[in-house]
């Protein structure tokens, strides 16, 4: 037998700079950067929206009904972006219709990825029956058609706030169990897992300590879409009346009312809707920019 | 040789999937303190599911039918998982054989090496990683620090692997199971890894199972060696007796399957149909005993 030298000298070959950090990487992302600090701003609007609105958002003034946005004819300096039908100040009801936007945004898509991605976490790890259960579950849940079912809840819930938010977090669920039962499943498969195993881990220690942080990037891009999808779909509701209350002002509420004048006063129409679109594009846009920068293997 | 460690008893396995298709027939084998023993054998020859059973991680679709695996007196395959559990980690370890993805992607380095010393020894965190940088520096890493706060994906394939057999040997472990731990590797990393995991053992006293089809690196760094086909025992002996005296011709089958850098004009010669007839119908012969005795 060869003799062997503890002391062997071995040479590191990959002794470069550190690489960038995550957070580095998050403020080099243009869409990151651009869309979060958007939100970022609609959050601080929604916050102090008190603060910002030039106007009381209910005040009715039946003289200065349907006046234009500044820089067209008839405008008056104290309504920037117009006034709708019974003379409400625009922009503070699209800037007090962020608070709706941004809660049903965050409570519910939050609601939504807690519930789904426990239960995929489970299919997707547990496997056998507990899968095959939480799996026919999803099946049979997609196929009601989701935009009927949020109506019916809401209808059955009655309106409010919270029946909009339970209506997106019972629909949409399915969603976040789907992907993450996936990627669950074939994270499981990996060989850090089994070397986990044989330090002697628990089965639940593997699954949140070793697998759920490989299915965090995907999942705060799923999170963000669904912040998007959530804005949509509260505004749907409240187009149809079906939302918070008539006085409290909403994106949805406010396009349903500009739709009915649309020929007299348009801004009143394209002014929540451009904060909608905006909006929506904006979180697209950030879970594009997070699911590229959080992915530990894309990391280079 | 003193008294076995590990002792593995009739161990016999079969294929769920494949119409019971044995995978391990009747394999008995003893690795003793400090020894480094090699387990060699072609693809399918049942070496890693031997691994796998000391290690409690058999497939599904495979079923251990008979045997014992004896650790300092236990049978580990009659402990329950909580026991089993106890036992990894602490006294027996792995080496896994593809160092690109036996480390998990998304936590760093200090996270993964630091696991088992928090879990089985509950070392504070900050203990933990120093302990984690002293054997990084065993393993001969030179920047341990830059190496602790790296995700895997930052490290070459050599790098990986010596993080591995740092965190293998971490909680000085009486068994490492090296799951052919260079197969990934390149050559020259591959001396390099051999050496060092052959210096560890010799100063914490390890014994280790080595698995690989590779006769020259199993000549390397073997005391023993058990050459296995088709999941049966061929051969077994001191690394020397084998490799210099073969005494099956299987194993001499195999060692002119190796190429032979001295003489290049042979070796990668393939297994001889007749031997490999001949075992097969060794083999044939075992089975009908077995089910012979099982029935008659």
């Known amino acids: 037998m060869e003799h062997w030298s503890p002391t062997a000298t071995i040479s590191t070959t990959d002794s470069g700079p550190q690489p960038p950090s995550v957070a580095m990487r998050l403020a080099r992302d243009p869409k990151v950067v651009f869309a979060g600090g958007f939100i970022l701003l609609l959050i601080v609007i929604a916050v102090a929206a008190p603060l910002v609105a030039p106007q009381d958002p209910l005040a009715q003034n039946l003289l200065a009904a349907t006046l234009p946005p500044i820089g067209f004819t008839d405008a008056e300096p104290g309504f920037l972006l117009g006034t709708d039908g019974l003379g409400r100040d625009v922009l503070s009801r699209v800037i007090f219709g962020t608070r709706v936007s941004l809660t049903v945004a965050f409570v519910a898509a939050g609601l939504a990825c807690l519930i789904g991605s426990l239960l995929g976490l489970?299919?997707?790890?547990?496997?056998?029956?507990?899968?095959?259960?939480?799996?026919?579950?999803?099946?049979?849940?997609?196929?009601?058609?989701?935009?009927?079912?949020?109506?019916?809840?809401?209808?059955?819930?009655?309106?409010?706030l919270h029946s909009v938010i339970a209506a997106i977090v019972v629909i949409d669920w399915t969603r976040f169990c789907r992907v993450v039962r996936t990627e669950t499943k074939s994270q499981a498969q990996m060989d850090y897992v089994v070397a986990a195993r044989t330090v002697g881990f628990s089965r639940p220690a593997i699954l949140f300590r070793e697998i759920f942080p490989n299915v965090v990037p995907v999942l705060i891009a799923l999170l963000t879409l669904e912040m998007g999808i959530a804005v949509v779909v509260e505004a749907i509701l409240s187009f149809v009346g079906l939302s918070v209350s008539s006085d409290t002002p909403t994106w949805g509420g406010m396009i349903a009312e500009g739709r009915q004048i649309v020929h007299e006063a348009w801004w009143v129409l394209a002014v929540p809707l451009s904060a909608l679109f905006a909006t929506v594009v904006a979180f697209n846009q950030l879970g594009d920019g997070l699911a590229r920068s959080l992915d530990p293997v894309l990391r280079r | 040789m003193t008294m076995p460690r590990l002792s593995i008893e009739t161990l016999s396995a079969i294929s769920l999937r494949d119409g019971n298709r044995p995978i391990l027939r009747r394999v008995s084998l003893a690795v003793g303190t400090g020894e480094v023993h090699g387990l060699v054998g072609e693809s399918?020859?049942?070496?890693?599911?031997?691994?796998?059973?000391?290690?409690?991680?058999?497939?599904s679709q495979v079923r251990i039918a008979d045997g014992r695996i004896d650790f300092e007196g236990r049978d580990l395959l009659s402990l329950s998982a909580r026991e089993l559990r106890e036992i990894l980690g602490r006294d027996i370890a792995l080496i896994p054989q593809d160092p690109s993805t036996a480390l998990n992607p998304a936590r760093r380095i200090?996270?993964?090496?630091?696991?088992?010393?928090?879990?089985?020894?509950?070392?504070?965190?900050?203990?933990?990683?120093?302990?984690?940088r002293a054997l990084l520096e065993e393993v001969q890493i030179r920047d341990p620090d830059r190496v602790l706060k790296s995700y895997p994906h930052q490290l070459s394939g050599g790098m990986r692997q010596r993080v591995l057999i740092a965190a293998a040997f971490a909680l000085e472990p009486k068994l490492v199971i090296a799951d052919e731990p260079t197969t990934a590797l390149d050559v020259t990393v591959q001396k390099q890894i051999l050496r060092l995991i052959r210096s560890l053992q010799e100063r914490h006293g390890t014994s280790v199972l080595f698995v690989s089809h590779d006769l020259g690196v199993v000549a390397k760094i073997c005391d023993r060696v058990t050459v296995l086909y088709m999941g049966k025992v061929v051969e077994q002996g001191t690394t020397a007796e084998v490799l210099n005296s073969p005494r099956h011709a299987y194993t001499k089958a195999l060692l002119a399957a190796n190429p032979r850098y001295d003489r290049p004009d042979t070796g990668l010669e393939p297994t001889p149909p007749e031997v490999v007839a001949a075992l097969r119908a060794e083999i044939a012969a075992f089975d009908a005993g077995v089910m012979g005795s099982r029935h008659g």
Request: hydrophobic share 50%; proline share 4%.
């Open chain 1, 122 to 160: 489970f299919a997707g790890y547990l496997g056998n029956v507990v899968d095959t259960a939480i799996s026919r579950l999803v099946d049979i849940w997609m196929a009601f058609p989701p935009v009927l079912l949020s109506i019916l809840l809401v209808a059955i819930l009655g309106t409010g």
């Open chain 2, 44 to 59: 399918g020859a049942g070496k890693s599911t031997i691994a796998k059973a000391i290690l409690g991680i058999v497939p």
């Open chain 2, 110 to 132: 200090d996270a993964q090496m630091t696991d088992g010393l928090r879990l089985k020894r509950n070392l504070l965190t900050s203990e933990a990683r120093r302990r984690a």
